[in-house]
Structures are given as structure tokens and as C-alpha cells.
């Protein structure tokens, strides 16, 4: 018997879900992804608070995103095995309990301990997004999916700016107390309004675990979503990996408070993300994900422009719609990619969802690397070149084949 076959549901969900499972699925999301790049801003403090080393400091977004890496692969799995809102819930439960010895760590190795734990509870996130999906008929599952990942979207985006913002008026341990604070409110709403979930499965958690190639091999539209979610994440991290650097020099001119203030403006292009599933759902997949990629590209042309331009204002006004347009055409592709590989196997929703996230991930990876590369090499109108390329490669491929785009 093939875990297809042994993996059904034991109950069929609604056709709808309640409003409010959806709106707190974006916010749990959305709350529990700054966890993941909160140490970004707040390396510095923590590691001259710890009189940690630069390779130490390091350390600590690494095991962080690490973390975060193998829970996607070793926990979301356990959707298609274990009942899904007690998973959810303990998995959470695990994320406060290590925000709060983050938040109390008193030396190097009991933080980087606690960050790493933290990362892999974070995949608490992917449990998240499949049930929500489970419970929307499919022809409105793009507009549920796209809610959520707006909540996602934001998340990341304020993360950064949130951070920086709470470790000024308190600390760095501030950050992580008021992060457990605010999963513990989000573990109370969870446990009132997500359903139950119950997979009926004979097969074993190895046997899910060995079933990632199969899936992978067998569901061409898993692998061409996770291809163009990685092209277009790489663009996104390449992006503003590298233009924190490009900001504090003319024609911008930004200082930290700036920076921050700018990250904001990136919020507004989580705006689409409703748009997209909507019209997802209405046979518009295809149009849609060609209209992203081109975005992409015309974004990331317009931001070189921007820095070569001598007006500060003009130059800061023209950088803001490049990178709001950014946005919006990776969080396109993004749910886009999201709503298509949840119409997959239900009976395999989790292992999908774990593989698509983690393979974006792997593109974001490949992006802050290049960012860093181009940077060396040609300074910001190369980053932009390399950013615009990932969006190309997306563009390519919708030329190519039409996989995933119904």
C-alpha cells in the first residue's frame, strides 16, 4: 500500500472556513516569521552584550535559518501524520518556551542553543498555511492562501524595522520577550478557532520522511513552482540584502532611522497577495505569473535608475515604486506557487508544502550570496542586474511550460 493510498483524511473539511481561522492564520504567520530575521538587526547588540567573537555573531542568524531549514523538513511532515491543531499548538508551545531562554540566555552557547530551537519551531508556520488551505474549497483556496501569505509577506517585512525599533526603546532580550508575549495571545486564539484536522495514516514518520524524492519526482508542479518561488525569493533577498548598504550613500542619504522607516515601504506590495489567489482561482494563474516576473524585471530597473539619479527626493521616490512593484510581483509568484501546490495530494499536504518552502529557501540563500558577490563586483546597479536575472529565468520558464498555471 503506497502512502497515497494509506494517507486519506479521516473527515472531509468544509467547503468554508470562518473568517476568523483565515485572518488568524495571517497573524500567526505573520508574528512568528520576524523570529526568523529579527537577528539580522540585532546581531550587533546581542553579540557585544555576550562579548561574543565575529565568528560567533555569526552564528547566530545561521542557526537560526538552520533551524528553520530542518523544521521544515523534519516537523511540517508530522501535518500528514499527527492531528493537526495539537501539532500546531505544541509546536508553538516549544517556540515561546525558546524565545523566552533567547530572551534569557546568559551566555554564548545557551543563546545560540535557544535561536536554533526557535528557528525550527518557526516551521510552525507551514503547519499553519496548509490546514487554512484544507478547510477553503478549492475554487477560493488562491484567496485564502493569498491572505494568509500577506500576513507572511508583512512579517517579514516589519521584522527587520520591528526589531531595530524594540531593541532601542528596551534591549535585545526586549525583542525576544515580546515576541513570546505575542505567540503566547496567538496560542490562545489558535486553540479557540482552528479546526481539527486528523489524518488517517498507517505509514510511519520514515516512511513520510523517504517519500520526498517520490514526491518530488512524480508532482511536476511542485518542482516548477519551487523553481520559480526560488528564482523570485533569490530576487527578493538579493534585493534587500544589498540596498541597506546602497542607502546611506548620495543620492539617499538615509541614516539607521531612515533605513528602517524604507523597509516599510516594502509592506505595501503584501497587498497583492489577496489579488493574486483571487484571480488565481479564476483560471488567471498564467497571465498572472508572466505579469510577476515582468514586473520584476521593470522593478529592478527602475531601482539602478534610482541611483544614478541626483534629485534626493526624486531618487528616494522612484527606489520606493521600484521596490514597492518588487514586491508585489514576488509575493504574486509566490502565492500563486503556494495556491497550486496545495490543490495537490491532500493526504500529503504537509510534505508538500515543507519541500516547496524549503526549496524556495534554498533560492534565497543563492540570492544573498550572489547580492554579495555583485556588490563586490559592480556595486548596486550589478545587484540589480543579477535580481532582474533571477526574474528573467522566472519569465523563461512561464514561456516554456504551462505546469502549475491552472
Not at 6 to 19: E, G, N, Q, V, Y
Not at 246 to 269: H, S
Request: aromatic content about 6%; glycine content about 8%.
Amino acid at each position: 500500500m503506497t502512502i497515497s493510498e494509506a494517507s486519506k483524511l479521516s473527515a472531509t473539511p468544509p467547503a468554508t472556513t470562518a473568517r476568523p481561522v483565515i485572518w488568524i492564520g495571517a497573524i500567526s504567520t505573520g508574528v512568528i516569521v520576524t523570529n526568523l530575521f529579527a537577528p539580522q538587526i540585532l546581531v550587533g547588540l546581542i553579540s557585544r552584550s555576550l562579548d561574543m567573537t565575529a565568528w560567533q555573531a555569526g552564528l547566530i542568524s545561521t542557526l537560526t535559518l538552520l533551524g528553520y531549514a530542518l523544521g521544515l523538513l523534519l516537523l511540517v511532515p508530522l501535518v500528514d501524520l499527527v492531528e493537526n491543531k495539537r501539532l500546531i499548538l505544541r509546536t508553538l508551545a516549544c517556540a515561546i518556551l525558546a524565545a523566552v531562554a533567547t530572551a534569557l540566555a546568559p551566555t554564548t552557547l545557551l543563546l545560540l542553543v535557544a535561536t536554533f530551537i526557535l528557528g525550527a519551531c518557526c516551521a510552525a508556520i507551514q503547519m499553519v498555511v496548509p490546514l487554512v488551505a484544507s478547510m477553503v474549497a478549492p475554487e477560493r483556496r488562491g484567496q485564502a492562501i493569498g491572505e494568509v501569505m500577506s500576513g507572511l509577506m508583512i512579517g517579514i517585512l516589519l521584522s527587520r524595522p520591528a526589531a531595530s525599533l524594540i531593541a532601542d526603546a528596551w534591549s535585545w532580550r526586549g525583542y525576544y520577550v515580546v515576541s513570546a508575549i505575542l505567540m503566547t495571545l496567538l496560542a490562545g486564539a489558535l486553540a479557540r478557532y482552528l479546526p481539527t484536522l486528523r489524518p488517517a495514516t498507517t505509514v510511519s514518520y520514515g516512511a513520510l520522511l523517504r517519500s520526498f524524492p517520490r514526491l518530488l519526482r512524480e508532482e511536476p508542479v511542485l518542482r516548477v513552482r519551487a523553481w520559480t518561488a526560488a528564482l523570485v525569493m533569490a530576487s527578493f533577498t538579493a534585493f534587500w540584502a544589498a540596498v541597506a548598504l546602497r542607502l546611506p550613500d548620495a543620492p539617499f542619504a538615509l541614516d539607521a532611522r531612515g533605513i528602517a522607516l524604507f523597509a516599510l515601504i516594502g509592506v505595501a506590495g503584501a497587498a497583492a497577495t489577496p489579488l493574486a489567489g483571487r484571480w488565481g482561482d479564476r483560471g488567471l494563474a498564467r497571465p498572472m505569473l508572466i505579469g510577476s516576473h515582468l514586473l520584476i524585471i521593470g522593478s529592478l530597473a527602475l531601482c539602478a535608475w534610482a541611483g544614478v539619479i541626483e534629485s534626493r527626493i526624486a531618487a528616494l521616490l522612484v527606489l520606493s515604486a521600484g521596490t514597492i512593484l518588487l514586491d508585489v510581483g514576488i509575493t504574486t509568484d509566490q502565492t500563486l506557487g503556494r495556491r497550486a501546490v496545495n490543490l495537490l495530494r491532500p493526504e500529503a499536504r504537509g510534505r508538500i508544502n515543507g519541500l516547496f518552502v524549503a526549496l524556495f529557501f534554498v533560492g534565497g540563500a543563492v540570492g544573498a550570496a550572489s547580492a554579495s558577490i555583485a556588490w563586490n563586483f559592480g556595486g548596486w546597479t550589478m545587484v540589480c542586474v543579477v535580481a532582474a536575472a533571477f526574474g528573467v529565468l522566472g519569465f523563461v520558464t512561464d514561456i516554456a511550460t504551462t505546469t502549475g498555471t491552472s
